[in-house]
């Protein structure tokens, strides 16, 4: 059977390391030339697929490809952009086997979350439903942590690390003016609906900081935190506060919903931040500071986790690897052995048990009083944040790869998203 050629594409927001899993699943493929012919880019996701917009890779050196192991964000654009059920927009399936068939496309490479998870998922059936033979496979990625089966996600180590070490300078400076001035330290981060995140800001209480964490998992109860926040500034003169922006109140309104949708249907979230901080002034009169870590934290490449680093290549290359072996429809995932020392293998997951499934924070995770994390946690973050795997620097900035992004000549008619 002569070779085939493979699309990838990245999907959702991207994280610090999402490009070390390109890397992965480019350089896997490069030295299986007898399989694949060439890895097709989708710019901007699965939407370069539906409007024929590919990036032909192979216009890239061997270097540019490999510094895409140490460049943030998705060298390929992405999108947020959820395909619907074969019953309900049969077009757009359809669309994609003109396509695939169009560029001798066999293989499906998808890098993103639990929506693009789903995406992978449905067109996984294809070869099914539409008899063109596409092995999909999903190759994760996720600062939120939050799909199932696989120990962690590629990207959450490297945001959690930034986190961690955000908290933790911030805190030295609240610190330091508690006594004349400021008291109260308020950190948003991401996380819709679990909490890792948030956990991760739990890591510094090591060396001796107050912390105080809303969960998205844990209702927030106002009452409870307020007197949670006085008894911290009571015993250390100040506090530091780390919020989910997925935190919400027992009616379940978030703390910090806008009132608007994203293009997956989600409230788009944003301001949990400067409401904690004024619930904590009025209540207490505490001077504060709020931040917003924002797309600070999943583009923070500088700062990446080397372990983090280390499992998104490896999920890219054993993507390509399971599709060579004729798996269809699969996940590679981290699968843990060990805590301490740590040790890690690659495993492999069902997308019909992945796609559309939250893993939350398990509640043993938590402190009993909901406004920490316990000693499990702690144990299961630590090893996520390890190492150090700095970019190449130039006249004091990191040096990021910007790579050509050559197009495909379209061979079909326009088709609209």
């Excluded at 061997?62 to 077009?91: E, H, Q, V, W």
């Excluded at 997951?349 to 796609?355: I, P, S």
């Amino acid at each position: 059977m002569s070779a085939r050629n493979a699309f990838y594409a990245q999907s959702g927001g991207v994280t610090a390391v999402i490009n070390a899993s390109a890397c992965g699943v480019i350089e896997a493929a490069r030295r299986c030339p007898e399989k694949i012919a060439n890895v097709y880019a989708g710019r901007n996701g699965i939407i370069g697929a539906l409007t024929e917009d590919l990036i032909d890779t192979s216009q890239e050196s061997d270097a540019a490809i490999a510094a895409l192991r140490f460049t943030p964000s998705g060298a390929f654009g992405s999108c947020r952009y959820k395909l619907k059920s074969l019953d309900a927009n049969r077009r757009e399936y359809e669309r994609l086997i003109e396509v695939f068939k169009a560029h001798d496309i066999g293989y499906f490479f998808y890098n993103g979350g639990g929506d693009s998870a789903d995406t992978c998922y449905k067109v996984s059936q294809l070869s099914e439903s539409l008899g063109y033979p596409v092995q999909a496979i999903h190759v994760p990625k996720t600062v939120d942590n939050d799909l199932p089966i696989t120990d962690n996600c590629p990207g959450f180590g490297s945001v959690a690390k930034y986190i961690a070490t955000s908290a933790l300078e911030a805190s030295f400076d609240v610190r330091s003016m508690s006594r004349t001035s400021t008291k109260i330290f308020v950190l948003e981060v991401m996380g819709r609906h679990a909490g890792w995140i948030a956990a991760a800001g739990g890591l510094i209480e090591t060396q001796n900081i107050p912390v105080l964490i809303l969960f998205p998992e844990i209702e927030f109860n106002q009452e409870q935190f307020i007197a949670a926040v006085k008894e911290k500034v009571a015993q250390f003169d100040f506090c530091t506060i780390i919020v989910s922006e997925g935190a919400k109140y027992p009616d379940g309104r978030f703390l910090a919903e806008q009132g608007t949708r994203d293009a997956f249907g989600h409230a788009q979230l944003g301001g949990a931040a400067p409401v904690v901080a004024n619930l904590i002034k009025d209540a207490t009169g505490y001077k504060f500071h709020w931040a917003v870590a924002d797309y600070l934290q999943r583009a923070a490449r500088h700062l990446a986790s080397k372990t983090d680093v280390e499992q998104a290549y490896a999920m890219g290359r054993a993507g390509v690897e399971f599709a060579l072996a004729g798996h269809n429809a699969v996940m590679p995932t981290v699968k843990r052995l060990n805590h301490a020392p740590y040790a890690w293998e690659v495993g492999m997951a069902a997308l019909a048990d992945v796609a559309n499934v939250e893993k939350f924070m398990p509640r043993d995770f938590i402190s009993a009083d909901g406004f920490g994390i316990t000693e499990l946690c702690r144990q299961y973050l630590t090893p996520l944040i390890q190492g150090e795997d700095y970019p190449p620097f130039e006249y004091g900035l990191p040096k990021y790869v910007t790579l050509k992004n050559a197009a495909v000549a379209k061979k079909l008619t326009a088709f609209e998203v």
